[in-house]
């Protein structure tokens, strides 16, 4: 299951990144040609991702990584209690999925120490495999961006080489489809869903609204 969009109703890394930026003018303009260029490769995955190293690891600056560190498991648990944040729905499916004895994995480009905060937080027992962040001679640093085919490469270092069901908001979950017995697509237009039914020839896609 991927996380932001499907578990929560923006992106998390968003969410906790833009207040950062906003209180800080300077940060802000150091971080302001890669938040430019992070738009403007949205089809373009991997120079998005060079470009979510650089934007992320300016933002990080300024601070330790203990304390960044700190700050994102506060963030993630503030998130799992905010109504307006997480899909109730989505948490619900999830425990449904653990109760009846399948294994979840939030798949995600989100930052592994906020994500595992937040499923603390719910008493979600899932797996988390995201995007690593983690301390450099004090520092933090955005070590692995899993996003795209990266995702397929992480869960395939894990052991993993086949899933049933993969939820997911967007198109670029697509290498990650190609894997699984069905699609659910959370929150999609019919275009998308269009998209997707191409894109997967035999494979079935349905489309749930939460």
């Known amino acids: 299951m991927d996380f932001d969009g499907v578990f929560t109703r923006t992106d998390s890394t968003a969410a906790w990144l ?15 040609p ?19 190293r650089r934007l992320m690891d300016t933002a990080f600056s300024g601070q330790s990584a203990d304390d960044l560190l700190a700050e994102l498991s506060d963030t993630g648990a503030a998130f799992a209690r905010d109504t307006s ?12 999925l653990l109760a009846q004895g399948d294994e979840v994995t939030i798949v995600s480009a989100g930052m592994t120490p906020l994500i595992e905060s937040w499923a ?8 988390v495999c995201a995007s690593v962040v983690s301390g450099h001679r004090g ?9 795209g085919e990266r995702k397929v490469a992480r869960l395939t270092a894990l052991g ?9 908001d967007s198109a670029h979950d697509l290498p990650l489809m190609r894997g699984a017995d069905s699609v659910v697509l959370v929150g999609g237009d019919d275009t998308l869903l269009r998209r997707l039914g191409r894109a997967l020839p035999g494979t079935p896609v ?5």
């Open 18 to 32: 833009m207040p950062r930026l906003r209180e800080r003018p300077l940060l802000l303009s150091r971080s302001a």
């Open 34 to 52: 890669w938040l430019a260029g992070f738009v403007l490769t949205s089809r373009a995955p991997a120079a998005r991702t060079r470009v979510t």
């Open 85 to 96: 944040m997480t899909r109730s729905a989505a948490v619900d499916e999830a425990r449904s």
């Open 120 to 127: 603390r937080a719910l008493d979600l027992p899932v797996r």
């Open 139 to 147: 520092r933090l640093r955005w070590d692995d961006h899993c996003f």
């Open 160 to 168: 993993w080489r086949e899933w049933d069901v993969v939820y997911s």
């Open 206 to 210: 349905r489309a749930v609204s939460w």
